[in-house]
């Protein structure tokens, strides 16, 4: 199963599935400071965390893409 | 309440615009659309742009839309976990689908049915995978039907009974004629059309509304406190923060094996393309919490205050 073309599994792939950890980690986050702008923390927070984890998926694609 | 002239008239043009549009797609990277995989998955041509359309309109619906600012609305922060929902599909369509893809390019399968028959060799799970998928989409369906009546309402067309379903029946005729005729390449091309207009109207909203507000500060003052995070849980439950991250989570793990995803996902043109959209379809999902907000603001605005929110309450209860 460790073909090129199946994408055998990397360490690269443990970041990727790092961000489930901050998103569901709801404590951490429901709380309206502190705020920025305005926005409570919640809200901006997980917005931040949009950008970030597309970021981090970029970074990943880059490391593992072969020329497969 | 009377018919809004303009919004009607921008709504038949650009109506018109996709009827066209869904016909003349069949011409579309041009194919012999009597072979199912043609007809079904676009002849797996769907390159990363097209892609990330056609998938990013399947994924943002109505719910997106219309579901999503009302749940703000009525609800509160709750309505936010769709934002952690399309954050963690992410990772699990970049590490697991461009296998699946791979696999189904390789025996010729269109459909997750097909797969599961290749896997196990089992004729009677494949049909339950089938109906499976069938009964799960209708909800779906059901919610853009409801979605795309409350818009036709909204435009002051009105009519009681069978006369007020009219319009819904005339648009989902055509839609389903198109999508016979010219197959996956319908809904792909309309995609593009579709979610620009998603972006331009959010950015949009989110820029202006605030400032006519007067700014977040002031949206989320308005907004009750009870509404404004979520409630801590008390004693030995999980409370609202179980509901919010196992909301997430659920849907995250069914999302992509629907079956209007496991299409779009199995039209791309590879598994680069798949592993490239997974990078670029969040932004997406930052459009769907900037619509989040707007349920908040409508409440800044009082639109729970209006004579016309109880009338309208009424008239889809009714």
């Given at each position: 199963m460790n073909n090129n073309r199946g994408y055998a599994w990397s360490w690269w792939y443990l970041l990727l599935l790092a961000q489930f950890v901050p998103t569901l980690w709801v404590p951490f986050y429901?709380?309206?400071?502190?705020?920025?702008a305005g926005i409570p923390f919640f809200y901006w927070f997980q917005m931040a965390l949009v950008l970030v984890s597309a970021a981090v998926t970029a970074i990943v694609y880059f490391a593992t893409e072969r020329a497969a | 309440m009377g018919l809004n002239w303009v919004a009607l008239t921008v709504f038949v043009l650009l109506f018109g615009f996709i009827t066209w549009l869904g016909f003349a797609a069949a011409h579309w990277r041009r194919g012999d659309l009597d072979q199912l995989h043609e007809w079904g998955l676009g002849g797996r041509r769907f390159g990363t742009f097209i892609t990330w359309f056609l998938l990013g309109g399947d994924i943002y619906t109505a719910y997106t839309f219309i579901a999503v600012p009302a749940l703000a609305f009525g609800a509160g922060a709750l309505a936010f976990f769709a934002v952690p929902y399309t954050i963690i599909i992410y990772p699990i369509l970049f590490i697991v689908f461009p296998r699946l893809w791979y696999v189904c390019r390789k025996h010729g399968y269109v459909t997750a049915a097909d797969f599961v028959r290749g896997r196990f060799g089992n004729r009677w799970l494949a049909l339950a995978i089938t109906i499976t998928g069938i009964v799960a989409t209708m909800p779906y369906i059901a919610l853009q039907l409801v979605g795309l009546q409350v818009v036709i309402g909204a435009m002051g067309v009105t009519g009681e009974g069978f006369v007020g379903d009219i319009p819904l029946i005339i648009a989902f005729v055509i839609l389903a004629a198109f999508t016979y005729s010219s197959g996956l390449r319908a809904p792909a091309s309309i995609a593009i059309v579709k979610d620009l207009l998603i972006y331009v109207t959010a950015f949009a909203a989110a820029i202006i509304i605030p400032i006519h507000l007067g700014g977040f500060g002031k949206i989320f003052a308005a907004v009750p406190p009870e509404k404004l995070l979520l409630a801590v849980p008390q004693g030995h439950t999980t409370g609202a923060y179980g509901t919010y991250a196992t909301l997430a989570l659920g849907s995250a793990l069914a999302l992509l094996l629907y079956p209007h995803t496991m299409t779009a996902i199995l039209s791309a043109t590879s598994g680069h393309t798949v592993r490239r959209n997974a990078a670029l379809l969040p932004a997406y999902t930052f459009v769907l919490g900037l619509l989040a907000l707007l349920g908040f603001f409508a409440l800044a605005d009082g639109v729970d205050k209006l004579p016309e929110f109880a009338d309208g309450s009424h008239c889809m209860s009714g």
């Open positions: 429901n709380s309206v400071e502190p705020s920025w | -």
